[in-house]
């Protein structure tokens, strides 16, 4: 019995330093140290509530913030005022966001999606490319939408009250 409980303790440890290392490779940060916020905040604040567009891409996007920060890299945040809680829509906008800004400035490597009660996750941007494939799905039905058109959605309903289409969306009213 002792023996067992060790090899499932050992296996529990080990679930956990494996799901950390992956957080720290996919995600960098996650969390409430507002340290790497504050930093970013104290570097030269470039843009906010300011509209970008990517015509490669054709996407358009209303930045929060846009910081200049360590070695000339340029820093997206994207705050929400819920208190708790960032979502995979969050994540989501902020790389719609950053697809656009990356088209004047190149040099955006990560970007933050932040709550008012500082809790943080921190996403690497530096691809676009990759960024467009992250969110294509979510292109699609957005332009569906906003042409006038149907997705094909199979989405939850309270997903749909979140969504910034809802009200062009005849799948929603």
Not at 4 to 22: N, Q, R, W
Not at 26 to 40: F, M, R
Not at 65 to 71: A, D, E, F, G, M
């Amino acid at each position: 019995m002792i023996i067992e409980s060790l090899i499932f303790f050992g296996l529990v440890i080990t679930a956990i330093i494996l799901a950390k290392k992956y957080i720290r490779q996919n995600l960098a940060v996650y969390g409430k140290d507002l340290n790497l916020l504050q930093q970013i905040q104290c570097g030269q604040l470039l843009a906010t509530e300011k509209t970008f567009h990517s015509s490669k891409y054709n996407i358009t996007a209303k930045v929060d913030y846009l910081y200049k920060y360590h070695r000339n890299e340029v820093v997206l945040l994207e705050y929400k005022s819920r208190l708790k809680g960032i979502h995979k829509g969050d994540i989501q906008q902020l790389k719609a966001s950053a697809v656009a800004v990356k088209e004047t400035h190149d040099n955006l490597r990560f970007g933050l999606v932040y709550n008012q009660s500082g809790e943080f996750l921190k996403v690497d941007l530096k691809s676009s490319d990759r960024l467009i494939s992250d969110i294509s799905k979510e292109i699609e039905w957005a332009r569906l939408i906003k042409s006038g058109e149907k997705p094909n959605c199979s989405r939850p309903a309270n997903q749909c009250s979140r969504c910034g289409f809802k009200d062009n969306c005849e799948l929603y009213n």
